[in-house]
């Protein structure tokens, strides 16, 4: 994941899938980011919060098997930029004043489609939903 600056509009980027500003709405601008919705990524984020240890999730990608590992108080967006079809990048420009903000831009990665993008992203939704879940659960315990 790196940082991002650049004086585009956010909507007229090359490859932009979506973006989150200062935990705002998430803003589709690709079906592959259809599933994403800010509800469920406020939930995530909550947990994560309250999260006290590791919690492992598998998730199936191209009926492939991979790990991913939900660690306390790291977004969601950073688990998310592991996916091999998204690139995540952070906008938050060094030169901003105290009220400035930063975001999560989803761009596609370079090679991959749309196609596999959204391939990617529902899997990963659905793993993390059930993740999300077992974070409940555990945070209630």
């Known amino acids: 994941?790196?940082?991002?600056?650049?004086d585009?509009?956010?909507?007229?980027?090359?490859?932009?899938?979506?973006?989150q500003f200062d935990d705002h709405d998430f803003v589709s601008l690709?079906?592959?980011t259809d599933a994403l919705s800010s509800s469920f990524i406020r939930d995530f984020e909550e947990?994560?919060?309250?999260?006290?240890?590791?919690?492992?999730?598998?998730?199936?990608?191209?009926?492939?098997?991979?790990?991913?590992?939900v660690k306390?108080?790291?977004?969601?967006?950073?688990?998310?930029d592991e996916l091999p079809a998204i690139d995540i990048k952070i906008d938050c420009p060094p030169n901003q004043g105290p009220g400035g903000?930063?975001?999560?831009?989803?761009?596609?990665?370079?090679?991959y489609n749309l196609q596999q993008a959204k391939d990617q992203l529902n899997a990963f939704i659905k793993s993390m939903t059930n993740a999300l879940v077992k974070m409940k659960a555990l945070n209630d315990s």
């Open 1 to 6: 994941m790196n940082e991002f600056e650049s």
């Open 8 to 19: 585009t509009p956010v909507e007229e980027l090359p490859g932009i899938l979506g973006y």
């Open 30 to 32: 690709s079906e592959a």
């Open 47 to 69: 947990q994560i919060w309250l999260l006290e240890n590791e919690l492992p999730v598998k998730v199936t990608l191209n009926s492939i098997e991979t790990d991913f590992f």
């Open 72 to 80: 306390p108080k790291i977004p969601l967006f950073e688990l998310m």
């Open 101 to 111: 903000g930063s975001g999560y831009l989803i761009f596609l990665a370079d090679g």
